[in-house]
């Protein structure tokens, strides 16, 4: 579980950064393009161009800089959610780090990771958490909304002393 974590959150740190680079190149390409655009122009205009070639580079570049314009649009988008899943797992780790060395009952803690909690006849609990568990999303690729103990099953007990 904890190698899961690990990765995930190197994934997090390292994604951002890639695709930073990668949408600085096309950027880059793109302004390239934009600029030899105008030399093109020159050239046809000075006549080292004829106007069938100029007019096929200038598809070509057309069709280029659309399609760079496109990749574009979409590594932003990307680098947007990297940057919110970047963030969540910011937030993962100060919780783990907030939970982890608690050996009893916080009620500060508790107020923070839980919404309700039900007692049951019987020694029932249930959990309902304020936002999704995305520990358990990011390790078990599942999402858990409440968790159920019974206190009379010794098999509950443990794990809710692993959980």
């Known amino acids: 579980m904890a190698e899961k974590l690990g990765d995930y959150l190197t994934r997090c740190e390292r994604e951002v950064p890639s695709l930073a680079r990668e949408l600085e190149g096309k950027e880059k390409k793109l302004q390239f393009i934009q600029s030899s655009k105008l030399a093109m122009y020159e050239d046809y205009r000075e006549g ?3 106007r069938d070639i100029f007019m096929a ?3 070509a570049s057309r069709a280029e800089k ?3 314009t496109a990749a574009i649009e979409q590594i932003r988008k ?3 959610e990297a940057n919110q899943e970047a963030e969540k797992a910011k937030q993962l780790k100060q919780t783990i780090d907030l939970v982890r060395p608690l050996r009893e009952y916080d009620p500060a803690v508790v107020r ?4 309700v909690i039900k007692v ?3 020694g029932r609990v249930e959990l309902e958490f304020r936002n999704r ?3 358990a999303t990011v390790l078990l690729g599942e999402e858990v ?3 159920v103990l019974d206190t009379e099953s010794d098999a509950s007990l443990t794990a809710a002393e692993n959980w």
């Open 145 to 147: 909304e409440s968790c």
């Open 57 to 59: 580079k200038q598809r």
């Open 133 to 135: 568990d995305e520990l």
């Open 120 to 122: 049951y006849p019987g």
């Open 112 to 115: 923070k990771l839980v919404n």
């Open 78 to 80: 990307q680098l947007c």
């Open 66 to 68: 659309e399609k760079l």
């Open 48 to 50: 080292r161009l004829s």
